[in-house]
C-alpha cells in the first residue's frame, strides 16, 4: 500500500490527532505502522505478501486487524477489494470490533483462570504445558514441573471452615507467586493442589526452587500456618504430555508417603 487516497470521517475518529488525510500522511507512510504484531491478527507482511494484496488474495476468510493508535488498542475486521484494476487502486474495509473482541477475550481469559485465586486453571495449565513443551523441544533448552499440594488441608476446611481454607489458598498462593521467576506458569489444578511450570530449569535447580518454597511456606505462617509437599521431575524428550504429568504425581505421592513437608524428585 504505497498511499491512502481517500478515508471517511469516521477515520478520524480514530486517528483523532489529525484533522485532514494530508496531516495523517505528513507523519505516517500507512495505517499498516499501527498493526500490534500478534497471532492471529493480519500483519504488515504476510509471509512475504503484502496485507492488502493479502486481504485480496483470501477474500473468503474473516480477517482481524489489531492496531494500537496512540497507545489504545482498537480491533478490526477487514476486507479489501480491487477498484480500478489497471491503477492497482484498493477498497478497504474496517470494521471496529474492538467490543466483540475484548469481550470474547474475557471469557477466554476466564476459562482459564482460577476464579479463587486468579491463577492459571488446569485447563490453563494444560494448554501451558503443551506450549513449554514445543519450545523444548525446537530449541533444546531443559524444562521441569513442579506439583504440590497443602499437607492436612481437609483438617483446616473441618476444624476453621471453608472460608478459612479460601483465605489460606488465596494468601500462600500471593507468597508462591511473587517467589516465582518471570515466565514460570503458575496454576491451581485441584482443591489444594498446584502445579508449575519451569521452563529452562533441570532437574536440579527445579528442586533448589521447590525446596525454597517449601522453606518460604513453612515459614510464612499467614492465616495459619501449613506446609506443603513437592514433587519434581524434568523433561524427557518426547515424553508424552500424560506422562510427565503422572512421573510429577507419583512424585508428590512419595512426598505425601514419606512424612510430607519434603520435595521428592523423581
Not at 470521517?9 to 504484531?37: G, M, P, Q, S, W
Not at 513449554?132 to 497443602?150: C, G, N, P, T
Not at 503458575?186 to 525446596?211: T, V, Y
Amino acid at each position: 500500500m504505497k498511499s491512502l487516497l481517500y478515508v471517511n470521517k469516521i477515520f478520524f475518529k480514530y486517528f483523532d490527532k489529525y484533522k485532514t488525510l494530508k496531516e495523517f500522511l505528513a507523519e505516517n507512510e500507512c495505517i499498516c505502522d499501527f498493526f500490534v504484531e500478534e497471532d492471529g491478527y493480519i500483519k504488515k507482511d504476510m509471509d512475504g505478501v503484502k496485507w492488502v494484496d493479502y486481504l485480496v488474495k483470501n477474500k473468503s476468510k474473516v480477517h482481524k486487524i489489531k492496531v494500537d493508535i496512540f497507545g489504545k488498542i482498537y480491533y478490526f475486521s477487514a476486507s479489501a477489494s480491487k477498484v480500478f484494476k489497471e491503477k492497482n487502486h484498493h477498497s478497504i474495509v474496517l470494521t471496529d470490533i474492538t467490543e466483540q473482541e475484548n469481550y470474547k477475550k474475557e471469557l477466554e481469559h476466564l476459562s482459564v483462570t482460577d476464579s479463587l485465586t486468579g491463577i492459571g486453571n488446569r485447563r490453563y495449565f494444560h494448554q501451558k504445558i503443551e506450549e513449554e513443551i514445543q519450545r523444548a523441544k525446537r530449541y533444546k533448552h531443559s524444562l521441569s514441573l513442579v506439583m504440590f499440594d497443602i499437607d492436612f488441608f481437609k483438617q483446616v476446611n473441618d476444624k476453621h471452615g471453608h472460608s478459612v481454607g479460601d483465605e489460606v489458598l488465596i494468601e500462600y498462593t500471593r507468597l508462591i507467586n511473587s517467589l516465582l521467576r518471570e515466565g514460570d506458569v503458575f496454576s491451581r489444578i485441584g482443591g489444594e493442589e498446584f502445579i508449575i511450570i519451569l521452563p529452562h530449569a533441570g532437574r536440579d535447580e527445579a528442586q533448589k526452587i521447590a525446596e525454597k518454597l517449601r522453606a518460604k511456606i513453612e515459614l510464612f505462617q499467614k492465616i495459619l500456618p501449613i506446609t506443603m509437599s513437592f514433587g519434581v521431575v524434568e523433561y524427557i524428550v518426547g515424553e508424552e504430555i500424560e506422562f510427565i504429568f503422572k512421573r510429577v504425581d507419583d512424585a508428590l505421592y512419595k512426598a505425601k508417603e514419606s512424612g510430607r513437608n519434603i520435595v521428592v524428585v523423581g
